[in-house]
């Protein structure tokens, strides 16, 4: 289980967080929602310590780092707890698909290379790109490349992964095929926590949905409560803005 609580975060004199409490059952996959500027990605970089909170407390079952003055084998501690897939795939250039998958291996598990070479081409199998393990970044399309990203994030095991607009750099065409990846993963029982813009996708692939507007969570619930029949005007307002009757299936 994963617990937030009372998460600050402010960037000079803007408080981007103010004290949020969130809890993660384990093999759930939580969608995070909301309008530019809401606090989404600061909340999911704070998770694996990419930002610094300002305040409060995260615990990952009994492991539990006190945000407001942690150590620094504690931040290590949950990084290897976790994984990210960014935006922008934040892939190494200079290495294939499967160097990208076989680096956290090596590096931070200390896995002999064979044994990384193996595992990591188990996993780009799996997301579709067996085919492409020789291939460089600038030869991959935007939806390969953040599938490597995602091969990459299962290789190290962690207990939750963390997703952050995992669509939101691909072109209209390719948004599919990663999301078919996303939910494949999501059937295996993985904790994930995903920032999307993509409503059908949260609807159909999330166990718990979260709304959050000027840092703090505004409404959360069950899918199908949060988007059927939201309770806080808020939360109307946005769904009404950006989700057309339509948008509610994929």
């Known amino acids: ?62 492991f539990i780092v006190n945000c407001r003055n942690p ?10 707890k976790t994984a990210m897939v960014f935006q922008n795939y934040n ?5 294939t698909a499967l160097e990208n998958v076989m680096e956290g291996l090596v590096i931070v598990k200390k896995i002999s290379r064979d044994e990384a070479r193996k595992l ?15 291939s460089y970044p600038s030869q991959l399309s935007g939806g390969q490349q ?3 990203g995602i091969a990459r994030a299962l290789a190290l095991n962690p207990e939750v992964i ?3 607009e995992p669509t939101s750099a691909l072109d209209p065409e390719l948004v599919g095929e990663v999301l078919a990846v996303i939910r494949k993963i999501a059937k295996e029982g993985i904790t994930m926590i995903i920032v999307t813009h993509e409503m059908g996708f949260a609807q159909d692939v999330a166990n718990h949905v979260v709304f959050m507007d000027e840092g703090v969570i505004v409404e959360e619930g069950h899918p199908k409560h949060i988007f059927n029949s939201p309770k806080e ?12 009757e339509s948008a509610y299936s994929i």
């Not at 892939?91 to 290495?95: A, E, I, Q």
């Not at 990591?120 to 020789?134: A, C, D, P």
């Not at 005007?233 to 057309?244: G, N, S, V, W, Y």
């Open 1 to 62: 289980m994963i617990k937030l609580t009372k998460i600050t975060k402010s960037f000079g004199r803007n408080r981007v967080l103010n004290g949020i409490d969130l809890t993660v059952e384990k093999g759930e996959v939580v969608a995070i929602l909301g309008p530019s500027g809401s606090g989404k990605t600061t909340l999911l970089r704070c998770i694996n310590y990419l930002e610094k909170p300002n305040d409060g407390e995260i615990s990952i079952d009994d």
């Open 71 to 80: 150590a620094k084998k504690d931040i290590h501690a949950l990084r290897r």
């Open 146 to 148: 953040q599938r490597v």
């Open 233 to 244: 005007e808020r939360t109307k307002q946005f769904l009404a803005r950006i989700t057309p």
């Open 91 to 95: 892939l190494f250039r200079h290495k």
């Open 120 to 134: 990591s081409i188990e996993l780009l199998e799996k997301v579709g790109l067996g085919n492409k393990l020789s």
């Open 162 to 164: 963390l997703f952050d």
